[in-house]
């Protein structure tokens, strides 16, 4: 089994910033891309931005939302098998639930599957 756990969210005002992390767990063998999803109220789930892992002789390579670009940078840290969020300048219309994923290679089967974390709030008040 592998779990991810998300922290971070919260109630910030518009302008403001919050970092969320996303910790992985369980039977990894490795970590593939990472990344956020988030998905506002009757709206549907969107990505925010992703990551690779990188290699010995190249770095990871991130993308993002043509929404949040310039404002939002994701990053990772494979020794703790986490992932990070930092949002800033945030507005109003970034409030929604934020969801992590990895795309794992499980100890326990064969292939990469995409695990998700239970995702967290994020409200921006105007």
């Known amino acids: 089994q592998v779990q991810l756990v998300e922290s971070g969210g919260g109630l910030v005002q518009a302008g403001g910033s919050l970092r969320l992390s996303c910790a992985a767990s369980?039977?990894?063998?490795?970590?593939?891309?990472m990344g956020w999803y988030r998905q506002a109220p009757e709206k549907q789930r969107e990505l925010v931005a992703t990551?690779?892992?990188?290699?010995?002789?190249?770095?990871?390579?991130?993308d993002y939302a043509d929404s949040v670009k310039g404002r939002f940078t994701i990053s990772r840290d494979n020794a703790k098998n986490t992932v990070y969020l930092q949002m800033s300048s945030l507005k109003p219309e970034d409030t929604a639930v934020y969801y992590c994923?990895?795309?794992?290679?499980?100890?326990?089967?064969?292939?990469?599957?995409?695990?998700w974390g239970q995702g967290t709030q994020v409200t921006v008040s105007s």
């Open positions: 990551i690779t892992s990188g290699s010995i002789t190249s770095g990871s390579s991130s």
């Open positions: 369980g039977s990894i063998f490795s970590i593939n891309t």
């Open positions: 994923y990895a795309r794992v290679l499980s100890t326990l089967m064969p292939g990469e599957y995409n695990y």
